[in-house]
């Protein structure tokens, strides 16, 4: 049996997956659309809810996903309303 005390975890809601499965028909897309959920999770705990500088490049590093694929992917997430992209004009950063 798996032990899992004092192992980190990155939660994610069903709810979102499911919601990403139904409207992602196409499989290629739905699996990208699952993997960057996915990473965005792991990063959020990884971060700690800081503020992603190189924000693309940080999913990219994580996910394997293409760097032209990441903000089309995060409009999509913020359209369905699972995220909400805040660009801080200074520093060039989204939180």
């Known amino acids: 049996m798996r032990t899992i005390r004092n192992q ?10 499911r919601l990403i499965r139904k409207r992602f028909l196409n499989k290629s897309e739905r699996s ?3 993997l960057l959920y996915a990473t965005l999770s792991e990063i959020d705990n990884d971060f700690n809810s800081k503020d992603i500088k190189y924000y693309t490049k940080t999913i990219s590093t994580y996910s394997g996903l ?4 990441i903000p089309t992917g995060l409009k999509k997430l ?18």
């Open 32 to 34: 990208k659309m699952l």
């Open 66 to 69: 293409s760097r032209e694929f």
């Open 8 to 17: 980190p975890f990155c939660w994610q809601e069903k709810k979102i997956n």
């Open 78 to 95: 913020e359209a369905l309303n699972i995220l909400k992209l805040v660009l801080d004009r200074e520093s060039g950063i989204y939180a």
